[in-house]
């Protein structure tokens, strides 16, 4: 698959480049690409929830009540979970939600991410520029030329660049990675993908 080159006026280049295919055209594998995402999205938590069970509530250990007599049911304890303010059956507790997976599932998730995006025409190719510092109005202006207003946008470097990296994190539906550090989740949470013409080479070993 060949794709135009923009430059950052929205204008075409006149040059072309070429996806590889076994990173850009192979066949999506829908349960790879849901498994790294659900990965990706337990490894967010921070598995820090706690609730009280009954050992832990502070209160009396008095009886309330006679056992039997009352014609209600027969209560021990204020801190049974059948009380309000008692403590709760089975509540939460601190976990770590993370588990592993297979690196060759979580590349062919990749993959199958980035073959969606090509195969939707939703990866646009754009000249290696740099910035002297930070601009974000500067980087504003060339969604706005390329007509990515409003859409989520992941912009990917064949490196890092802290003056890109800094422009682009200001903007709430923008975000910036580098080829090295692409996930399945970003992939699939951009709406377009803006690729820098120098990241396409390093795409041949992903």
């Known amino acids: 698959m060949e794709l135009e080159v923009f430059d950052k006026s929205g204008s075409q280049t006149g040059k072309k480049v070429s996806l590889p295919d076994s990173v850009f055209g192979i066949e999506p594998n829908d349960h790879a690409i849901y498994l790294d995402v659900k990965q990706f999205l337990a490894n967010q938590r921070q598995g820090t929830h706690k609730s009280k069970e009954r050992a832990e509530i502070v209160g009396s250990t008095k009886k309330l009540k006679k056992q039997k007599g009352t014609g209600t049911a027969r209560a021990g304890s204020i801190k049974s979970p059948v009380f309000r303010g008692g403590g709760r059956v089975f509540g939460p507790k601190p976990r770590d939600y993370s588990f592993k997976l297979n690196k060759k599932l979580k590349k062919l998730a990749r993959k199958s991410a980035l073959s969606y995006k090509a195969s939707g025409s939703s990866i ?23 007509n990515f207003e409003g859409k989520k946008v992941l912009l990917v470097l064949p490196e890092a660049d802290k003056s890109i990296i800094l422009s682009v994190r200001n903007l709430p539906k923008s975000k910036v990675t580098t080829v090295d550090s692409l996930n399945t989740y970003d992939i699939m949470n951009a709406d377009q993908l803006l690729v820098f013409e120098n990241s396409i080479e390093k795409f041949s070993n992903f």
């Open 124 to 146: 646009a190719i754009l000249e290696d520029f740099t910035l002297d510092a930070p601009k974000t109005k500067e980087y504003a202006s060339i969604l706005k030329s390329l």
